[in-house]
């Protein structure tokens, strides 16, 4: 069975530009969560989507959002990227009622 | 936001001991989880607890959920050089819920 699948693994931005991740959920999981993980902050939750709609937000500015896909899987982008977007950005699929599995992640740097 | 305690935030043991972590919170979380995460790559679920006071094992990690509901510890027998990493970890409120993390342990085990 694959795992969580992250696409793209590493990113380089630059200040202003946006920027679109992915992620491919473990086949029949419904629930996919994005986190933010940085040295100074940990790992905190950005939003969580379940068959297409937002279920859970976190504390996140508006310029972080996110969709999921009738296949469940799902993006988020960030626009108008600041230095302080730099960071490593998780993936996690559950079932819905149990266990959350992360995928490798993105590493966005923004210059 | 509410925050897991984790402490210390770096551990250096002998390989061949036992290590042992703790993880608190003045809130009740109903589901904690710990993960294990290598540089570069995205944490790994390692033990999953549902029940207060359950006591769970996986090969040599054994790891409880406390009894009060507002703690977790997770233990490790005969380290090896390949438990190296960062362990983290997380609560859920109530199912499908955000988790929340704490900072994560360094582990490091001198051969």
């Known amino acids: 069975k694959a795992g969580v699948t992250q696409t793209p693994r590493y990113l380089i931005k630059t200040r202003g530009q946006q920027v679109t991740l992915s992620c491919s959920p473990i086949s029949g999981h419904r629930s996919v969560s994005w986190y933010q993980q940085t040295p100074g902050q940990g790992l905190q939750f950005l939003f969580e989507?379940?068959?297409?709609?937002?279920?859970n937000k976190g504390n996140f500015p508006g310029r972080f959002s996110g969709r999921q896909f009738s296949n469940s899987r799902s993006e988020m982008n960030v626009s108008t990227l600041e230095l302080g977007d730099s960071a490593l950005y998780l993936c996690a699929s559950s079932s819905g009622d149990r266990e959350a599995f992360f995928g490798q992640g993105t590493r966005l740097t923004v210059v | 936001g509410q925050q897991l305690n984790q402490s210390p935030q770096s551990m250096f043991i002998q390989e061949g001991e036992d290590v042992s972590m703790n993880c608190t919170s003045s809130?009740?979380?109903?589901?904690w989880l710990w993960y294990k995460q290598d540089p570069g790559e995205g944490p790994v679920l390692l033990i999953a607890?549902?029940?207060?006071?359950e006591l769970t094992s996986n090969g040599r990690l054994t790891a409880q959920f406390g009894i009060t509901r507002k703690d977790s510890f997770l233990n490790i027998s005969a380290s090896i050089p390949s438990d190296v990493g960062i362990y983290f970890c997380a609560g859920q409120i109530v199912t499908n819920s955000k988790l929340t993390f704490g900072k994560g342990i360094t582990l490091s085990v001198r051969p």
């Open positions: 989507y379940f068959s297409e709609t937002q279920r």
């Open positions: 607890l549902y029940k207060a006071g």
């Open positions: 809130s009740i979380f109903n589901t």
